[in-house]
């Protein structure tokens, strides 16, 4: 029984997401959904078993699994534009399929089970930017947080505009759109990676996605806790940290609190296990 507590958040993941995979798959009648979700849940709690066995890079395969999976097959195979653009141009259309799913499960109601657990193990423009030199920022976090907030507006703006001005074959146009995106997140991240000093600056800064995942991480069920009879305040699980985020404190108030992307590197470098 205690062996089995141990595993109960790679558990916990499978069930939730095979229950979805489950659901889609019966409500929609087509079995895509059984596989795509499956196959998530799998490399998710695949990760998570890694994780508690302290394999060093469990976190970095389901990055891959998951992330290359979305970015090539999902993106560029199926041409379905999975960024915040093509979640409101399905939006737009009344059609629940592809990006408004993927955004339902992992970026609105998803949060408040496993908060940003997707900007740790999912998405893929972090999985390229882990890669880069500056796992732990090396500066303090810059006041740019409302440039996100531009990011999002942008996007309702350029999708709301293409409805309004009935430009045929949108949906090619998200495909485009979809390229275009990436290649400029990913020049971006990368270079404010370097100016910065922190391969996440992108993520606090810039990334439109966080506008959904910030206010419902607040309410995440697993969270990173500390105890503090065994915490001695070294500091050290701040300093690792890529989000800034003051796991010694419980509450919800937390410094950062919704920036935790459950990555570990806070428990995994505690002297005293505290975390």
Not at 30 to 43: A, D, K, P, V
Not at 66 to 78: E, P, Q, T
Not at 185 to 211: E, H
Request: overall charge positive; some cysteine.
């Amino acid at each position: 029984m205690k062996r089995l507590k141990k595993y109960l958040i790679p558990i916990i993941m499978l069930v939730v997401f095979e229950a979805i995979a489950i659901t889609l798959w019966l409500t929609k009648n087509n079995i895509f959904y059984l596989l795509n979700f499956s196959y998530i849940g799998i490399s998710l709690a695949l990760g998570t078993f890694l994780l508690i066995k302290k394999y060093r890079h469990a976190r970095r395969i389901v990055q891959l699994l998951v992330g290359l999976y979305m970015l090539i097959y999902l993106g560029l195979i199926c041409g379905e534009n999975m960024q915040i653009e093509g979640f409101w141009y399905y939006l737009f259309t009344g059609v629940f399929e592809a990006a408004t799913i993927h955004y339902a499960v992992a970026k609105i109601f998803g949060p408040l089970l496993f908060g940003r657990g997707w900007c740790g193990y999912a998405c893929w423009t972090a999985m390229v930017l882990d890669f880069l030199p500056y796992k732990t920022p090396a500066q303090p976090r810059k006041k740019l947080g409302w440039i996100r907030y531009v990011m999002f507006a942008v996007s309702l703006v350029f999708v709301s505009a293409l409805f309004l001005a009935h430009v045929g074959n949108i949906e090619r146009i998200m495909f485009w759109a979809f390229i275009a995106g990436n290649v400029l997140y990913y020049g971006a991240g990368i270079v404010l990676a370097f100016v910065f000093r922190d391969n996440r600056a992108f993520c606090k800064y810039v990334c439109p996605v966080t506008v959904f995942l910030k206010p419902m991480s607040y309410f995440a069920l697993f969270r990173v806790k500390c105890d503090k009879e065994k915490c001695v305040d070294c500091g050290k699980c701040k300093r690792v940290c890529p989000m800034d985020v003051d796991v010694t404190d419980n509450s919800r108030k937390r410094k950062n609190g919704t920036e935790c992307i459950l990555c570990m590197e806070c428990v995994k470098n505690c002297p005293k296990n505290a975390l």
